[in-house]
């Protein structure tokens, strides 16, 4: 069965900080419960879907979003099969719902995997909403 839920989301200030957290399993009858690659994916209130954060099954790889460097970072405790997006300097343009992804199957443990279709088991989001 496959697993993955969201957290943390809630109205914050601009210039706040806030984490959010991915809870993801996945059990395989020949693999059990193991670390694969996950990305935090946003839609905005006008319905566009963005491209937030990847990370590697093991942690060692990291990307975020051009337009997001410097305030955002993605994260993860392999130990927990939790992934984290810290988000700092909150913008008003930054309300969105927070999707959490999980990608099961033929991965490259060096690299992460940018794209929607890259991932196959999704959560049902976190909402932050960003006020002046």
């Known amino acids: 069965q496959v697993y993955v839920e969201e957290s943390g989301g809630k109205l914050v200030q601009a210039g706040d900080s806030l984490r959010l957290s991915c809870v993801a399993s996945?059990?395989?009858?020949?693999?059990?419960?193991?670390?694969?690659?996950m990305a935090w994916f946003r839609q905005t209130p006008d319905k566009r879907s963005e491209f937030v954060g990847a990370?590697?099954?093991?942690?060692?790889?990291?990307n975020i979003a051009d337009s997001l460097k410097g305030r955002f970072s993605i994260s993860r405790d392999s130990a927990k099969n939790t992934a984290y997006l810290q988000m700092n300097n909150l913008k008003l343009d930054d309300t969105a719902i927070y999707v959490c992804?999980?990608?099961?199957?033929?991965?490259?443990?060096?690299?992460?995997?940018?794209?929607?279709?890259?991932?196959?088991?999704w959560g049902q989001g976190t909402q932050v909403t960003v006020s002046l």
């Open positions: 996945l059990r395989i009858e020949t693999n059990p419960i193991t670390t694969y690659p």
């Open positions: 992804a999980l990608r099961a199957n033929k991965y490259r443990s060096d690299r992460t995997y940018l794209a929607e279709d890259d991932y196959h088991y």
């Open positions: 990370i590697n099954n093991d942690g060692s790889t990291a």
